[in-house]
Each structure stands twice: as structure tokens, then as C-alpha cells.
């Protein structure tokens, strides 16, 4: 069984460019979630695709935006890059109904670094 | 609001010595709780979870935690902390809504020979 897999490991940009995080999930899992961890702070609910829908969002700005795919791999945008945005983006995959809580498991993370 | 409070930013203990890391919460339900750990650059690994049932939980590398309701508390411990323990501690809790986790903002453990 393959676990959650996430490329690229490292990134690094420049304010206001535009970057792509991929993920993909566990065998069978059908729900991604998405995670910003800031440097010295516990990750914070980007979004959550639930069999290709949006399924919850946490406090971030639109420019944050995502897509799951039929194979349920996944993708984080964010367009406008700000320095705020250095953080490690953690993605996290589960199998089970759309209103249930699941056991979520993570990727090693994207560490994304905006200069 | 939900919420999870780890009230200590950072923890010594020497190898050996027994372990306690306090996690609250903040839910109007049965939460789902967990602990995570993560290790300098690396993802998150969970270490144990509750979802119902004994209260008294155990998890990998030989760690256990405590669910107390009445305390809104979900502490985790290890009789016997090795040099390899050394990493970040995350408490979280899932919400019923289903669709996120909430993480307190970690504690990290330093061990000392």
C-alpha cells in the first residue's frame, strides 16, 4: 500500500509569483485535505476535496485555491505569492463518507519558501 | 469555537525519565482526538487516537494517553523517553462537521543524556 506522496519536496519564489503543490493520495482514499504549517506553529485547514468537490474551507484567502482529480491526486494553488506564504503545506488523505470524520493521513509536506 | 491548547512551548526531560505532554480542548461533542509527532522537516505521524471507548489509549514507540472529559483533557505519556523521542508533539482534534483537524500549536521535547 502506498502512503500520501507530495512533490515537489522544496520550492522557492518570488512575491507574486504563482505555484503548484501536488499530492497524492493513499490507495483508496477518496477525501484530500490541505495544510499550511508556518515555521514554530501547528498546521493550520487550508481545504478539504471531497470525490472532486470542495468539502470545507479553513480561513484563507481565494488566491489559495484546489483541485482533485478523478484518480483523487490533488493540487494546491496560490497565485499572488506573499513572504507570509513560507510555510510546509501538508496534504492528508482519508476514506469515508462526506460528513463523517475520518483518520486522516499526511504527506511529508511541501516546504515552500517565498522571497 | 473548537480549539486545542498545548500550554507548554517546550519540555526537557532526561533519557529515561518518565514523560507527560498536556493537550485541552475546546468542543461542544465527543471530540475525535489524536497526537502526532513530527520530526525536524518531516510530515506528521500519528502516535495514537481515540474515538470512543477506553478512556485510556495506546499508541506507538510506547506511548499512551489519557481521555478525561471532565477536564477536557487529553495528555500523552511514556514511562521511559528515549534520546529518539526528541521531536515536535502535536495534539489535534476532528471536528463531527467532518472535513477538518484542528492542531494546538505543539510542544517541543528536548532530551537530555
Known amino acids: 500500500e502506498t502512503g500520501v506522496t507530495q512533490s515537489p519536496t522544496h520550492l522557492i519564489k518570488t512575491r507574486g509569483q504563482q505555484v503548484t503543490l501536488r499530492c497524492s493520495s493513499q490507495?483508496?482514499?477518496?477525501?484530500v485535505s490541505w495544510y499550511q504549517q508556518a515555521l514554530g506553529q501547528g498546521p493550520q485547514f487550508i481545504f478539504q476535496?471531497?470525490?472532486?468537490?470542495?468539502?470545507g474551507r479553513g480561513n484563507f484567502p481565494p488566491r489559495f485555491s484546489g483541485l482533485q482529480f478523478p484518480n483523487y491526486s490533488s493540487e494546491l494553488n496560490v497565485n499572488a505569492l506573499e513572504l507570509d506564504d513560507s510555510a510546509l503545506y501538508l496534504c492528508?488523505?482519508?476514506?469515508?463518507?462526506?460528513?463523517?470524520?475520518?483518520?486522516?493521513?499526511f504527506g511529508p509536506g511541501t516546504r515552500l519558501t517565498v522571497l | 469555537a473548537q480549539s486545542v491548547t498545548q500550554p507548554d512551548i517546550h519540555i526537557t526531560v532526561s533519557e529515561g525519565a518518565s514523560l507527560e505532554l498536556r493537550c485541552n480542548y475546546s468542543y461542544g461533542a465527543t471530540p475525535y482526538l489524536f497526537w502526532y509527532v513530527q520530526s525536524p522537516g518531516q510530515g506528521l505521524q500519528l502516535l495514537l487516537k481515540y474515538f470512543s471507548g477506553d478512556t485510556l489509549v495506546q499508541g506507538i514507540k510506547g506511548f499512551e494517553a489519557e481521555f478525561k472529559r471532565s477536564q477536557s483533557s487529553f495528555n500523552l505519556r511514556k514511562p521511559s523517553v528515549h534520546w529518539s523521542d526528541a521531536a515536535e508533539y502535536f495534539c489535534?482534534?476532528?471536528?463531527?462537521?467532518?472535513?477538518?483537524?484542528?492542531f494546538g500549536a505543539g510542544t517541543r521535547l528536548f532530551v537530555k543524556a
Open positions: 490507495s483508496g482514499h477518496n477525501t
Open positions: 492528508a488523505s482519508s476514506q469515508g463518507e462526506r460528513r463523517e470524520y475520518n483518520e486522516q493521513f
Open positions: 476535496y471531497y470525490r472532486e468537490e470542495e468539502n
Open positions: 489535534a482534534v476532528g471536528n463531527t462537521g467532518g472535513f477538518k483537524t484542528i
